[in-house]
């Protein structure tokens, strides 16, 4: 297991805000929430540490020096380092950034691990490569969170993930975003999962930046492998949001479901959720969203999409737009609740509705989205 | 605290309109603090129109006219200031919200209001709504369920003036006790000096209602307007014996 100072003594408290706003929590009884802590400000690993037997957490450079493997297995293996601009870019740092995640075969973990990325410099640019291996057998919640300093306004934060899922293993990969008004996101990641595997995607943006493009994309490789997508996005006046993803199922009788919430509030927000069907298996794209005072130019389009290469491809897609029912605000406001508790409680509603066992980290997130909401709507 | 006229509701000159047309043509009404008046008229004439513009529905426009409750002019207050003001309605056709849970609109209340979480969990119970507290409100509902979940929200606010809009319509005969007695207790002495209850409006079509809480008076609404008022019992039998077309002739023999 890695050993350095007590995540504690390393950051800052008004960084430590900052990361808790975003899921990552820095404390000293770290050690009975966490199962381990990767922290990185600018292009400094501030922290690391795991609490946990079978669990390695590291810098992806030293993950490198270390293991010749991770180069030969996985590093660059499900996204090609010419795919585009930002794949470019992060291939041409000369030391590459971002954390290896290693769970060893027989794992289980039940506590989250968390990696924290944060810009704390105005204008600065992150380029990562993070790649996660969990072997057999395993299980991990990882909770990244990334966000921006309070003063910043602007960055850029380029990445490229990378994520194997192996036989009988479960990753819960929750992401949190929250950035300075003309930060510029390009996350790319991929995931390959296994036979009777489960991969599930939390990605909630609670302070939109100015551009962000996320779209994983998940190959359900395995005999009965499924995904479950949860995208929860909040976009304002000003911003370009275009999440969701891509599942491809070429498992027999893998599954997939997604699911994307979008409340704007101006912006432009895309919803995409696209499947490709490769083998007989079953999947759904749910993009709902609802415009609450989008401003003039302000839209959300939804885009789910289907490809089929099988006959016993069984996928299906839903999109609806719509707003806030005056009516239905009334109503809880004839309850005594002012109109932005009774705009915050329907968009939690809105939000929350057919996403069970929510973990209480992207619970917590929602409640913050809605309330959010509801101010905005009150001018 | 009550207005120098004794009225907690005061209707002036009232006319409305939803979407551009006009439904509700020069209303005037008066309730006493402490009275419970009945509102009976076909089908359309406006009767849940009228509740809803004394709650305070945007969609509901007053183009002229006065909303007066205890002594002070609320045409223009918001839903939100009018509910403070200890104003409320159980809606005839309650709107569904996906996701929302009575149970979140309970714990709300709870919250701001002076009712406790035990008192609420015994009215939840007394009025048989633990079953859809975690549903989304009023979806699936059956009518009379409805009725329940929308009394059992009244009930936790403990409003001074209550509206409600065919609490009987869609209940059995059996649960109609039931729901009598929810509406009952709405209404339970709220003052000592002098000895009253509080204060509400209440529409029906059969009068069923009326046998659990008794009516001060009762007004029969034609086609946006109030045709006619009087003694409850008197205007029901009226109505059974002789339907409303009497009161269409005797409202245009008044004109
Ligand atoms: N939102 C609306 N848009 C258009 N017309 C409306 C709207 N609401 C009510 N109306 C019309 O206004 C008239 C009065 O309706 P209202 O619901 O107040 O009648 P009511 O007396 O409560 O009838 P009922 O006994 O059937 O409940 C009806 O003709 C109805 O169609
Ligand atoms: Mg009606």
Redesign the interface.
Known sequence: MAKSLNTVDVVAPDEVQTLADVGVQIRPDEPQVRAGTYVLRDHLPLCVQTYREGLEMMPIAEALRRYDWLRERYYWKLISPDQDEVTRQVAAEAEPQGYFIWVRQGTRITRPAQAGLFISHEGLSQKLHNVVVLEDDTELHLITGCTTGRAVRSGYHLAVNEAYVGANATLTFTMVHSWGPEVIVRPRAAVAVGDHSHYINNYVSLRPALDIQSNPRTYLNGVRATAKYMTVILGSRGSIIDTGGEVWLNGEDSGAELVHRGVCTGGKMYQRGFLVGNARCRAHVDCAGMLLDPGEDGFIESVPGLRSFHPEAQMSHEASVGKV????V??????????H?AIS??I??????DIEGLSAELDARIGEIAALAGHGERK | MSSSTGNILEIHDLHVEVEGKELLHGINLAIPEGQVHALMGPNGSGKTSLMMTI?????YKVTRGQIIFDGRDITGL???E???LGI??A?QR??T?????LR??LD??VA??SISAEEVTQLVRQARVENFLDR?INAGLSGGEIKRAELV?LLA?CPRFSMMDEPESGVDLDSLALVGSLVNRLFVRDSCRPVRRRSGLIVTHTGHILKYIEADRAHIMLDGRIGCSGNPHLVLQTIAERGYAECVCCMNEGA
């Open positions: 029912a005056p009516e239905q009334e109503y809880l406001m004839s309850r005594g609740m002012e109109e508790e409680m329907i939690r509603g809105f939000l929350d509705a | 709650m305070g529905f945007s969609a918001s839903v939100t009018r509910a403070r409320a309605i809606q309650p709107p919200i996906v996701g929302v849970k979140a609109v709300y209340i701001h209001d989304d929200q606010t």
